[in-house]
């Protein structure tokens, strides 16, 4: 149990999970690169002792695997179980209170303690400029803070209790801010801060904001965690740190007395400036919009002080492993707060938010002589109306009939639902509505489209394992190449704009009807580049699901409308970068040649096996 970052560190360190990097490293895309190659390697976390241009250590790849941090929270991850699966059933303690004395016990610990006394953050008061500026992308628009812990108190309601502790980026320099006065703050309306705002816009007062940085690493988990309906953040940091939240107001402002740095700031109504660009997890750029400006008050520094940074890109990166911990603390809530819903699975390999994979009970007809989606098509309502879930584009959801199925092996799954998706009727599109604010491949900011693919009952098909001669010679078309079974990639023309792309498609779809019917291969993605796309399953994943909105780039073969539900024979994904979208990420090679000095013989990143 940590009472700091620096305990946090050392612990590490003893037990091999740390390593230390004594040469200077430029904060200017080295510290990025030098992270995600480690990453890669599956590597320890590193601390940077030798930032140019600040006197403060940084630490990056800390939750880089499950394993380590499961290390850091090995003492208290037992009662945290507990207690979140007794937030999911509180009958359990009614029916064996004696069996749950420990537990609560260990919540009423966690609950945040107000302190009068030393406050440890508020030792120095420094400026922006002061810290660790980094930046993670050549294309980005100025330094970012990855790890934020943002906080504020509801308006009207003042106290701990009511407030909101979330994950949001933070830009700190670049683009309109004038350095050390102004930074921007990133957020979605429906978020807890963006509630807030609303609020206090509403009173026609500024949000008082608190930008927490380091401290026990419980706490940076904490501003991240989809918690049950009255659990607070800082309720949970204490529970999984093993020490309660400590706290003070300065000005007005809550410090947390921990944190290794504070920044204080308001953020007043209808104040913006643009943020970003920004290299984002679904591995492209976020681009430049207007975002929440917030006036700097002051800022905070611990002796010592470590900054704690991460950085995203195409998935995986190190939030990849923050998912997977999270999952591990709440993958049953799901179950709970949806009755019928067995699993559901964010893909990674996605980007998260586009994909998803959901396994459901099949209850509703249990005579009915021929097997057909029912319950899972309420099911998937539900699932796309359910907190971040509600941001996904792509739905495949099934039924367990007579096999086991498990939504966690990609390939296998796709395959089970592509075995048995009836194409004339179970496909079904939610138009003009709302996707992740991150996501470019939909008609402006937040607006796109859904579909869901809805398969249950007997096997309908065997798919194709190699790729079928009928795909093989498609004038304008080339390079076709299986993917997994019953998915193929096709390499199509370059287009400027949706009506030619309509037009190219209308195209493939008369010249794959004329070869006769194709039932082997239920699903074609016409791509840029077919031999990346089938070279990896991630590959497919990634470009397939990033780059389409289903309204717009989902075409069929033999495609026709009754009852306005759309059916077709086989379904065509134009997964092509559309002229629209956001830029992909890009490592610089001129960077990954400075940081091979890190990797040297004799340097401080040399022994590692990389």
């Not at 979140?84 to 009614?94: F, I, V």
């Not at 922006?128 to 790890?147: C, N, R």
Request: aromatic letters at 8%; a negative charge.
């Amino acid at each position: 149990m940590y009472r700091h970052l620096e305990q946090c560190v050392l612990d590490l360190e003893q037990n091999g999970h740390l390593v230390r990097i004594k040469e200077e490293v430029d904060p200017h895309l080295e510290m990025a690169a030098i992270h995600m190659k480690v990453f890669e390697a599956g590597g320890p976390a590193l601390l940077f002792e030798n930032v140019k241009g600040s006197k403060f250590r940084a630490i990056s790849n800390l939750f880089g695997t499950v394993e380590r941090s499961k290390f850091m929270f090995r003492h208290t991850w037992e009662s945290v179980e507990r207690v979140m699966d007794l937030r999911g059933d509180p009958m359990k303690a009614l029916k064996n209170p004696f069996g749950h004395i420990g537990t609560g016990l260990a919540a009423w610990k966690a609950l945040p303690k107000q302190s009068s006394g030393s406050v440890p953050v508020a030792a120095q008061e420094i400026q922006i400029s002061d810290l660790p500026l980094i930046k993670h992308w050549q294309g980005d628009g100025g330094a970012f803070v990855t790890l934020p812990q943002v906080f504020t108190e509801e308006p009207g309601k003042p106290g701990l209790m009511n407030a909101n502790l979330g994950m949001y980026r933070v830009q700190l320099s670049g683009n309109d801010y004038e350095l050390n006065k102004e930074i921007g703050v990133h957020y979605q309306i429906h978020r807890g801060i963006g509630i807030h705002q609303d609020l206090a816009n509403k009173l026609g007062k500024p949000l008082k904001v608190s930008i927490f940085v380091g401290g026990p690493p419980a706490h940076t988990l904490a501003a991240v965690m989809p918690l049950p309906e009255g659990l607070s953040e800082m309720t949970f940091a204490g529970l999984l740190a093993g020490r309660r939240f400590r706290y003070s107001y300065r000005d007005g402002f809550v410090l947390s007395n921990d944190a290794d740095f504070v920044i204080t700031g308001e953020i007043h109504p209808g104040e913006t400036k643009p943020e970003g660009p920004f290299g984002d997890h679904l591995g492209y750029y976020s681009l430049t919009h207007p975002f929440p400006l917030m006036k700097v008050h002051k800022v905070y520094a611990k002796p010592n002080a470590i900054w704690p940074f991460t950085v995203v890109g195409r998935p995986p990166q190190e939030d990849t492993a923050f998912g997977a911990l999270i999952h591990e603390l709440t993958g049953d809530a799901i179950k709970q707060e949806i009755p019928g819903v067995k699993e559901v699975h964010a893909v990674d390999a996605a980007g998260v938010h586009p994909l998803l994979f959901a396994i459901g009970s099949e209850r509703y007809t249990p005579y009915q002589q021929v097997k057909r989606p029912t319950e899972i098509l309420t099911l998937a309502n539900r699932i796309l109306g359910t907190g971040q879930l509600s941001l996904a584009k792509y739905l495949f959801i099934t039924a367990e009939d007579k096999q086991p199925v498990t939504t966690h092996h990609e390939a296998e799954f796709l395959a089970y639902v592509l075995e048995r998706l009836e194409l004339r009727r179970d496909i079904h599109f939610y138009t003009n509505t709302t996707i992740d604010t991150l996501d470019y491949s939909g008609t402006g900011l937040n607006e796109g489209s859904k579909v869901v693919f809805a398969a249950y009952g007997e096997k309908k098909r065997e798919l194709c394992r190699e790729t079928p001669d009928a795909l093989k010679e498609l004038r304008g078309f080339e390079n076709a190449r299986l993917v997994m079974p019953g998915i193929v990639a096709i390499q199509g023309p370059a287009f400027t704009s949706y009506a030619d792309a309509k037009a190219q498609l209308q195209g493939l779809s008369e010249a794959i009807a004329e070869k006769g019917p194709l039932p082997s291969c239920p699903m074609i993605i016409l791509c840029d580049d077919s031999t990346f796309l089938s070279a990896k399953v991630d590959n497919f994943l990634w470009a397939t699901f990033t780059r389409s909105n289903p309204s717009h780039d989902i075409y069929g073969v033999n495609s026709s409308y009754e009852h306005k539900h759309w059916a077709c024979d086989n379904v065509i994904i134009d997964a092509r970068t559309k002229p629209h979208q956001a830029p992909p990420l890009i490592a610089d090679p001129a960077v990954e040649k400075r940081i091979e000095r890190l990797f040297a013989t004799g340097a401080s990143l040399g022994g590692l096996k990389l």
